[in-house]
């Protein structure tokens, strides 16, 4: 089991940037391969970008690609997600999820074992 808490959401410009935080309980964080996920409303949960056990190899979905980067720092429990040159588009509220298998690419929502409640993040024009 596992419990994961987000931070760093908040209101910003557009080209503007934000540090999302996710801090996970247990002993166990580097076990688990770690994702963060997005949800616009009226849209479905999209995966933005994922992370193996090692911090080693990571995945960003196509739009976020030369933008968001995605770490962990296994000595912290803790996973970021660095936002940088942020769009309009990008306004939605962020969630970290964790996988028990160590995979960190599946874009199912319903393949990530642990979720975290979600930070907001507002991009205006």
């Known amino acids: 089991q596992v419990q994961l808490v987000e931070s760093g959401g908040g209101l910003v410009q557009a080209g503007g940037s934000l540090r999302l935080s996710c801090a996970a309980s247990?002993?166990?964080?580097?076990?688990?391969?770690m994702g963060w996920f997005r949800q616009a409303p009226g849209k479905e949960r999209e995966i933005v970008a994922g992370i193996n056990r090692s911090g080693g190899s990571t995945y960003y979905a196509d739009s976020m690609k030369g933008r968001f980067t995605i770490s962990r720092d296994n000595a912290k429990n803790t996973v970021y997600l660095q936002m940088n040159s942020l769009e309009p588009e990008d306004t939605a509220r962020y969630y970290c999820a964790a996988a028990r298998s160590g995979m960190y690419y599946t874009p199912s929502p319903g393949n990530w074992n642990y979720w975290g409640q979600g930070t907001q993040v507002t991009v205006s024009s």
């Open positions: 247990g002993r166990t964080f580097s076990s688990y391969g």
